[in-house]
Structure formats: C-alpha cells, structure tokens
C-alpha cells in the first residue's frame, strides 16, 4: 500500500513539474515574441501563464514602451523589479521608461539603482549623467559620464562634446570637468581639441600621455597638420617615431629644430605616412625610387629615381615638410647625380611656404640635370615671411606640354641639408 502511494506521489511530482515546465516554456516563448513583434496579446498571454515572472512583464513593458505608452511601461517596469530586484537592466529601463514618461526624479532613483547594481557598466552611468545634465547638475552628471566612458572608451568623444557645448568651448573648463586621467582619455581629449583648434591645450593633453604607439596619435598628428600647427604637430611626429622633441616645453620651435629629417637617406622610408621625414608619392606611373648604396655623396646611401617611360609631370615625386622661423632667411644645399636622363620636362626642386592655404613659392630650381659626370652641389636661398612657421621641399618634374609626359634616366639625390644664414 506505501508503494502504490509513493509511486503515486511520484507520478505526482512528476507530472506537476513537465506541467510547470511546458508552462515556463510557453510563457517565455510568448514574451520573446511579444518583444519581436510588439504583439500586446502576447505578453499578456504570458503574463496570464506567469504572473510572477519578471521576464513576461518585462516583455509587456518593452511592448508599451514601443508603442510610446510610457506610464503603462513604467507600471510593467516597476512589477519587474519587484520580481528580479538584483537585475541593472531591469532598474535601468525603468528609469528611462520614467524618464520619457516626465517623471525625472523616479527616473533618477531608478537609474541610480541601475548603477549601484553595475558600478562598472557604462549604461546605467550614461542614462544617469545624461539627466543629471538635462537637470542642470553639471558636476555631478560629469562625474557619472566620465565612470561611462570609463567603462566604455568608445564615450569619450561624446562626453568632451556635452562638455564642450555645455562650458561654450571653454577649454579650461572642458579639462576640468573632464579630469582626464587615462591614456585613452586624454588622448581622446588631445583629439578633440586639435579639431577645435586649440592646438596648444592638445599638445599640452599629448605630453601627459605616455602612450606612443596609440592610432590616436597618428590621428592628432593629421588635425594638427590640417590646421597648420606646425610646432605642436611636429612634437607629437617626434615622440611617434621616437625621437627627441626639439621644440620648446610651449610649443615654440627650438633653434635646433629646423633642419631636414635623413637627408643622406639613411632611414627606411615608409610610403604613406604623414609628418616630417621624407614622403614619397605613391604609385607614378613608370617611376621607380629605392636606396641606393653603391651611388651616394655622403655617407653610405642615396636616393635613386627611375624614369621608364610616360608619367605624369604634375605628380610630385618626394616632399618633406620642415620647420622654419619666421622672418629668417635659409640656405637648401643638396646633391645631384643624373645620367642618361631624356625629357621635355626636367626634374625640379621646389620650396613653398606650407604655412599659408595658397603655398606662396619661396624658391625654384628649374633643372636638377648634372651637367659632368659626377655628382654636382645645389644651393638655394630663400625668406619666410612673418607668418611662417614651416615649408615643404618638393621634388618633381618641369610642366610638360603633354600629359602624360615621357621621361627616361636615372636621378639620384642626396645631402639635403638646411642652415639659417642671417638676413
């Protein structure tokens, strides 16, 4: 007799539980397709199955929410934290619920919930900072935008711009409230303000950084090209590559920083990069250029260019950007070596003040062809004006009356160098 009772109790149990289960099943089946398809009557269904399940009323107020139904949202919201009370998500999605429902000050008890329950999770920070400022509680809405963006790097750019548009561009102020204390987020904050042109703030973001290798940097170095702060972009090239920055802790160009970056061609050269060594143009057609150690000036390598048939004349073939003092006057020296070389347009050497947008020529050679069979010394002298900080030395050929424009022989260069000779 205990046997047939307790396999009847068995069977019981059993029972009771595939029962529970079909129903847990349907009833979450229901409330994930009430969420896809924002069908009321399914959540409701699931509810009617699951009344205590904090999941099927989550499931309703997302439906609601959707339909802009925002205080029946906030009423499904709220059952849902009663439910699961340990769930961030839950809490944060009242408070925005509350938020979009006019009702700031539930919303704020309900996203700082959500933060207490995931201090290192950047939604319920950003929800919460973003009503905090919307609230006119700008310190403390920074505080929680910045543990956001700590938690999420990807903020920062949107945190500086709140505080950029909040303080009126006030750089001070922005770095304030910022209080930058990561790579990231100085770096970022560097970044931003090369865009505003604060070139100087930036810099001053970039030294306190000790990253070098950041795809931040290289990204602060064009915005400081493109807004022609030389000075600030050529310390921040220098620490990129490695090399002692040679400006002065303000950002103004040393006595020692004017000079050109390997003129002997000793350095690999590495196409596309941007800053002050030698930038060659990619891809001309029928021109090759490669180190060469057998032919040289001066130390133990040159530049070789090879011309093997049409190209382009208007295509440059090297630059290099360097920094200069205003109101100076300089000397370009290099060498030149060419053989065998047949054109109507003969390579030239060009310097044009980099400093201003229609890049005034400061100097021209017209034809960098060795009249001897060796090597022969070039010169040439030129003045900055009061406003310029850098030049760009450019080597390409003569303007041709076709195009493209054949050419054939050999250039080779080296030596390159650069000295202030007074007024």
Not at 180 to 191: G, I, K
Not at 318 to 343: E, G, H, N
């Given at each position: 007799m205990n046997r047939i009772a307790l396999a009847t109790l068995t069977a019981l149990v059993c029972s009771w539980a595939i029962w529970e289960a079909a129903r847990t099943g349907i009833e979450r089946t229901l409330a994930e397709r009430a969420e896809l398809t924002g069908e009321i009557d399914s959540a409701d269904r699931a509810i009617k199955l699951a009344p205590n399940d904090a999941e099927a009323h989550f499931a309703r107020g997302e439906v609601l929410q959707n339909s802009e139904d925002y205080s029946g949202a906030s009423v499904e919201f709220e059952r849902a934290v009663q439910l699961r009370p340990r769930d961030y998500f839950l809490w944060l999605m009242l408070g925005v619920t509350r938020d979009e429902n006019q009702d700031q000050e539930g919303a704020l008890r309900a996203l700082r919930q959500a933060a207490a329950l995931a201090p290192s999770y950047a939604p319920p920070r950003w929800q919460l900072g973003n009503l905090l400022l919307r609230k006119g509680q700008y310190d403390e809405a920074f505080t929680e935008l910045r543990r956001a963006a700590i938690g999420n790097p990807n903020l920062w750019p949107n945190v500086i711009d709140l505080a950029w548009g909040i303080y009126g561009g006030d750089v001070?102020?922005?770095?304030?409230?910022?209080?930058?204390?990561?790579?990231?987020?100085?770096?970022?904050?560097?970044?931003?303000?090369?865009?505003?042109?604060?070139?100087?703030?930036?810099?001053?973001?970039?030294?306190l950084s000790a990253l070098t290798d950041s795809a931040k940097n290289e990204s602060l170095l064009d915005e400081l090209l493109k807004a022609r702060a030389f000075n600030e972009a050529y310390e921040v090239w220098a620490t990129i590559h490695g090399l002692q920055s040679r400006n002065l802790p303000d950002g103004r160009v040393s006595d020692t920083a004017t000079g050109i970056h390997d003129g002997g061609f000793e350095e690999p050269i590495t196409v596309g990069q941007s800053g002050f060594g030698w930038q060659i143009t990619p891809s001309v057609a029928n021109v090759t250029m490669s180190v060469d150690t057998n032919e040289r000036h001066d130390e133990s390598r040159s530049l070789r260019i090879d011309f093997r048939g049409n190209s382009?004349?208007?295509?440059?073939?090297?630059?290099?950007?360097?920094?200069?003092?205003?109101?100076?006057?300089?000397?370009?020296?290099?060498?030149?070596?060419?053989?065998?070389?047949?054109?109507?347009?003969?390579?030239?050497?060009t310097i044009t003040d980099a400093s201003e947008q229609k890049t005034a020529v400061l100097a021209e050679l017209q034809s960098l062809r060795s009249d001897v069979a060796g090597w022969r010394d070039f010169a040439m002298d030129f003045n900055t004006s009061a406003q310029t900080q850098a030049i760009v030395i450019t080597i390409a050929r003569q303007s041709c009356a076709s195009d493209p424009c054949p050419a054939f022989g050999t250039l080779w260069l080296d030596s390159f160098s650069l000295k202030s000779i007074g007024q």
């Open positions: 001070d102020a922005v770095v304030r409230v910022m209080q930058p204390q990561t790579e990231e987020a100085r770096l970022s904050l560097a970044l931003f303000l090369a865009r505003h042109n604060q070139a100087a703030a930036a810099l001053e973001q970039f030294r382009s004349a208007k295509s440059p073939l090297l630059t290099q950007l360097v920094l200069v003092k205003p109101q100076a006057r300089y000397r370009l020296s290099f060498a030149a070596l060419s053989k065998d070389f047949v054109s109507a347009a003969a390579p030239t050497v």
